[in-house]
């Protein structure tokens, strides 16, 4: 299925809040959120079925609040990707990250005895 960006469409699920779907390149991240955009859930099976519904359900209106929950959404994400991007770049920048990736620092040798 092919939609476009920004769909938008309400559906009573028991609850308030969102679906968020986020995308950077090919990194996509299903999130199901709060009305205070605090992430509930990752899961995407679980997710998926609360969207689930027949063609001809009727969409419900959205809540005033949606727009600033997905633009708040969006901003975590886009932190996200960016900690991602500085991880796969520099790897090794936090000092315990090579001791956390089983790395080990071998003896430096030096010349001349010193």
Do not use: W
């Not at 009573?12 to 390149?25: D, E």
């Not at 299903?30 to 997710?47: C, F, H, N, Q």
């Amino acid at each position: 299925m092919n939609l476009r960006d920004g769909v938008r469409c309400g559906r009573r699920a028991g609850q308030l809040g969102a679906v968020v779907l986020c995308r950077a390149g090919r990194y996509r991240q299903l999130l199901l959120v709060d009305e205070a955009g605090d992430v509930l859930s990752r899961d995407v099976p679980r997710i998926l079925n609360l969207l689930k519904c027949d063609a001809d359900t009727p969409a419900q209106p959205l809540p005033r609040v949606h727009n600033r929950i997905v633009m708040d959404v969006k901003g975590q994400f886009d932190r996200e990707v960016q900690a991602r991007q500085a991880e796969r770049e520099h790897p090794f920048a936090d000092p315990g990250a090579a001791v956390r990736a089983g790395a080990t620092a071998a003896p430096v040798q030096r010349r001349g005895g010193r």
